[in-house]
């Protein structure tokens, strides 16, 4: 999914977030490999209108979003692969574009969800443990969990929060010491360091010996993620939804995002656009007669 926003810092540029690296490219080279380009081959000859509209359509999308910037909110690893099917096979068509869904995030807002975690076998109290020698830690247990996770939401207004939940208890991680999250990050920005995942990740964690990489993931539903945690006899560990404004801020700083920090929506349902991978399956040089 690709986010085009026309208030986003690096104007005339595009910001690619991949798993690996961040790449700054043109966003009329990127369009030509983010645009869905369907196989027109299949389905129509070359010369018919149809196909010239498609080609012509392509240019005026391009020509549109030249002047905007381009945020990819979910596919890092489709969009980095892309990159390495390109450069591996640069004389196949069919490896130099990419399907993308293109969404103006002015006219269509994105929803962002959070990515809880689960460490089996680990108890709410372990964690609330280490938390509590750099941030405020309130126990919650008996307080319905609807109103414990309205807590959080409240929290999480004022900086970075986290919400611990076992079979047995609650507790709410907030008010985080700034200088101990500086400290374990001194080479990230403030923005960055205020991130919830990036308190869970560099700071809570460590303390307790896990890592991030080991946690069950549930996306969304932070109830599904308590009975999980309870299935398995451990902790969830309920992080807030994160600000689009903060996801744009650090990407536009060069940086990425902790890992598993977005869970964005809307997403296209699988399948709902499909293409041929032959090797000029995408190649739309004939639609306009200029081959």
């Known amino acids: ?15 690619t977030r991949t798993a690996s690296h961040n790449r700054l490219l043109s966003l009329g080279s990127w369009i030509r490999a983010a645009v869905t380009v369907l196989s027109t081959r299949t389905m129509l000859p070359l010369s018919s209108l149809p196909c010239r509209a498609l080609a012509s359509s392509v240019r005026l999308i391009s020509s549109q979003v030249s002047a905007r910037s381009a945020l990819i909110a979910d596919g890092h690893h489709r969009y980095a692969a892309y990159q390495q099917l390109r450069e591996r096979h640069p004389d196949q068509p069919a490896w130099a574009y990419g399907l993308a869904l293109l969404v103006d995030s002015d006219s269509f807002p994105p929803r962002l969800d ?11 109290e372990r964690l609330a443990g280490a938390a509590a020698s750099w941030a405020r830690v309130d126990d919650l247990t008996g307080l319905p969990f609807d109103a414990s996770v309205s807590r959080l ?8 929060a986290l919400l611990l939940v076992d079979a047995r208890s609650r507790f709410l991680v907030r008010e985080v010491d700034r200088t101990a999250v500086a400290a374990a990050l001194p080479d990230r920005s403030a923005r960055w360091r205020s991130l919830p995942t990036a308190v869970l990740g560099h ?19 932070a109830a599904e993620a308590v009975d999980l ?37 809307p997403k296209p349902r699988t399948g709902l656009v499909l293409r041929l991978l032959g090797n000029d399956s995408t190649d739309l040089s004939d639609c306009d007669g200029k081959r």
Request: hydrophobic fraction near 40%; include cysteine; aromatic fraction near 4%.
């Open 1 to 15: 999914m690709a986010l085009p926003n026309a208030s986003a810092c690096c104007n005339s540029r595009t910001i």
């Open 114 to 124: 959070a990515i809880h975690r689960v460490f089996d076998g680990v108890p709410a």
């Open 153 to 160: 939401a409240d929290a999480a207004r004022r900086g970075a």
């Open 203 to 221: 700071l809570l964690l460590p303390a307790c010996g896990l890592r991030d990489e080991d946690a069950r993931l549930v996306h969304d539903s």
């Open 229 to 265: 945690a309870c299935a398995h006899q451990g902790c969830a560990v309920l992080l807030p939804p994160p600000r689009i404004d903060d996801v744009y801020a650090v990407v536009a700083d060069g940086e990425r995002t902790p890992r598993k920090t977005t869970s964005f929506g």
